[in-house]
């Protein structure tokens, strides 16, 4: 009976039904963050193609995307291959620290 005892502390199955409910919150997704305040921009300049598009794959040392602070234009490059799943800023859009720019699945 000790055994069946032990068997229940698997319970914490529900606990990790929890994350698979968290998956749903994106909790376990990976994102791209802004490395510091600025302008978001998609683009290198207003006529260009987007440097990514959703559903687009990546390889690390990309760039993803452009955020301005103090007037320079700090490309932010991939530190590893994967696939944008969502872009969460609007071009243009001004981020802080730490804002999620994109949900990413690397590969």
Do not use: W
Request: hydrophobic fraction near 40%; glycine fraction near 8%; proline fraction near 12%.
């Amino acid at each position: 009976a000790a055994p069946m005892a032990s068997v229940p502390p698997p319970a914490p199955a529900a606990p990790s039904a929890a994350p698979a409910a968290a998956a749903a919150e994106d909790d376990d997704a990976t994102y791209v963050t802004s490395p510091f305040v600025g302008t978001f921009y998609r683009a290198p300049n207003p006529g260009s193609e987007p440097f990514v598009k959703k559903g687009a794959a990546f390889g690390k040392g990309q760039t993803l995307c452009i955020v301005e602070a103090m007037k320079l234009m700090n490309e932010i490059e991939a530190e590893y291959d994967g696939v944008i799943d969502e872009i969460l800023v609007e071009n243009g859009q001004p981020v802080e620290y730490g804002d999620r720019l994109f949900k990413v699945t690397p590969s």
